[in-house]
Nanobody
């Protein structure tokens, strides 16, 4: 069992920055992929960025050049640095890890990010 705890959301003006953090706890697990997703009410949850255990990263087009995902393996914590935020980035952001041979999904509780114009 893996528990994920997120922090770092909030309200920011357009052009501003926020840093989200996600800490993973539990025992006997091997995290293969760490990722951030976001969801707007009434829409499907969508991938924002992911990072593999070897450090390779993946970003969706609408955040490339603005968001950076990173991880601290020793702390089982990963981050999403969000710069040049836009009102359309407003959403609930969820962290996700895929664990073990079957890449089982665990989700954080979600954190609200609101960008005002």
């Amino acid at each position: 069992q893996v528990q994920l705890v997120e922090s770092g959301g909030g309200l920011v003006q357009a052009g501003g920055s926020l840093r989200l953090s996600c800490g993973a706890s539990g025992s006997g697990f091997s995290i293969n992929v760490m990722g951030w997703y976001r969801q707007v009410a009434g829409k499907q949850r969508e991938l924002v960025a992911s990072i593999l255990s070897d450090g390779r990263t993946n970003y969706v087009d609408f955040v490339k050049g603005r968001f950076t995902i990173s991880r601290d393996n020793a702390k089982n914590t990963f981050y999403l640095q969000m710069n040049s935020l836009k009102p359309e980035d407003t959403a609930v952001y969820y962290c996700n890890v895929k664990v073990g041979m079957i890449y089982y999904n665990y989700w954080g509780q979600g954190t609200q990010v609101t960008v005002s114009s």
